[in-house]
């Protein structure tokens, strides 16, 4: 269970974040759909340890994440605005050394998930840079289904997605949901997550 | 649910990160034989500039050598981190839960396999062709390969700190020529010994140290450096 308390933070010389809490359990989902520039993003980043609060407290299962920071880690995946894609490599190729810094890598699964992302049909031997946006987000996708992580931290995941894309998306999140995971979405046209506890969040002034 | 503890350690996990940027590397040949082909160059405009007296080009071969090899370094850094930060890798490094330190470390000894390996080999040649005996070839090489291992480390510290900036590469060499001196100073000296034919052990026991010292320091600076430049 992931819990911010009183976060606030700073970027320069703008007070970004003004006291933001919530709670997310296990199988629950939150969407962030504040406006632009009022610190999704930020606050993404803050939790993934990028940026330091300058106040306030992440919790994940009851500890402060300050102190447990790699074990905190070991439960996160974090899919940012880049999707850390190499161009030179093939979609496997960039899957399975992505995933190897964590996991024992499992060709045939790998396989599975880039079949489930709808990119079954592509040739095997193509470099990522030959990919479309959205193409490269379904890469990231499939790597995001496969990396066990208990949390997610999703910054804009339907961006470039065509329909059948963001169905890949919500069938990944409710897949992910169902294993008891639990996910802290930024975005801007809300997600159909049918069955799922998964709250909208308007504007960091309203509450949660 | 599934354990989502890490299941290999972190040795496995740099070799893993040695053999996607060697891939990349053979993927993409440009990128490492650029710095080398610089070094080639600017140690043969050496003999055209100034007179082919070899008693002259002898006299100036150790200081060319290393000011190229300086210079070549430094080119090769800019490339070290820069567009696996852009990209957003470095910060998949930051979140695996693998000691960072260790995963750049990776990057930072692959770097040197494909930049400062191939300059050490290619040193005692250009020595040579700047009129320095074949016999000060080991001499030579032992001074550049050692030279090389702390150029890539210290190096690593400046490409960290210079990788949000849009134009790092001006700013990356400021930043990092004053700190190379030590390594300069040592280089030169220990070739221009090779070269006349005497022992160049001290100065290459100093450069050993110096290799050493980085070896133990740099990585963790640039940890600290790549972090503050995903902030």
């Not at chain 1, 974040?17 to 919530?22: E, I, Q, T, W």
């Not at chain 1, 106040?55 to 102190?67: C, F, N």
């Not at chain 1, 905190?72 to 030179?88: I, M, R, S, T, V």
């Not at chain 2, 082919?52 to 300086?70: F, H, K």
């Amino acid at each position: 269970m992931l819990e911010v308390k009183q976060l606030h933070l700073w970027r320069g010389d703008r007070h970004l974040l003004k006291g933001v809490g919530f709670a997310l359990h296990s199988g629950q989902a939150l969407q962030l759909l504040w406006p632009n520039g009022t610190g999704k993003t930020s606050l993404l980043r803050c939790i993934a340890g990028f940026l330091y609060a300058e106040e306030g407290q992440v919790l994940w299962d009851g500890s402060p994440v300050a102190r447990t920071r790699d074990a905190f880690n070991c439960q996160l995946a974090y899919l940012g605005h880049e999707p850390a894609l190499k161009g030179d490599l093939t979609a496997i190729e960039n899957l399975r050394y992505s995933l190897g810094l964590r996991h024992k890598v499992n060709e045939a699964q790998m396989q599975a998930a880039l079949q489930t992302a709808g990119l079954a049909h592509l040739d095997p031997q193509q470099p990522v840079r030959s990919f479309s946006a959205g193409q490269r987000k379904r890469v990231a996708l499939a790597r995001l289904s496969l990396w066990r992580a208990r949390l997610w931290l999703l910054d804009e995941p339907a961006a470039n997605l065509d329909a059948a894309g963001q169905a890949v998306l919500g069938a990944t999140l409710v897949q992910h949901f169902a294993n008891g995971g639990s996910a802290l979405i930024a975005t801007h046209q809300p997600l159909e997550l049918p069955g799922i506890d998964a709250r909208r969040w308007l504007s960091p002034e309203a509450a949660s | 649910m599934s354990s989502p503890a890490l299941e290999i350690g972190a040795l496995a996990a740099a070799r893993n990160v040695v053999a996607r940027d060697l891939l990349l590397a053979f993927r993409r040949p440009g990128d490492w034989l650029q710095p080398l082909a610089f070094f080639v160059i600017v140690t043969m405009l050496f003999p055209l500039a100034l007179n082919s007296e070899p008693s002259v080009l002898r006299t100036i071969a150790p200081g060319a050598l290393w000011v190229a090899l300086l210079l070549a370094s430094v080119l090769a850094l800019d490339f070290l981190y820069r567009e696996d930060g852009h990209d957003g890798t470095l910060e998949q490094f930051a979140l695996s839960g693998q000691p960072f330190a260790v995963l750049l470390l990776a990057k930072t000894a692959t770097h040197w396999l494909l930049t400062g390996l191939p300059l050490a080999i290619v040193g005692p040649l250009a020595a040579v062709s700047l009129g320095a005996p074949g016999g000060s070839m080991p001499g030579v090489l032992g001074s550049v390969l050692l030279g090389s291992v702390s150029l890539s480390l210290l190096g690593s510290i400046g490409a960290g700190l210079t990788l949000g900036l849009r134009r790092g590469g001006a700013l990356l060499s400021l930043l990092l020529l004053p700190l190379l001196i030590p390594t300069l100073i040592f280089g030169a000296r220990a070739t221009q010994l090779a070269i006349l034919g005497d022992s160049a052990a001290q100065p290459l026991y100093l450069l050993g140290a110096l290799a050493i010292l980085s070896l133990t320091l740099a990585p963790l600076a640039a940890a600290t450096a790549v972090r503050i430049s995903l902030e």
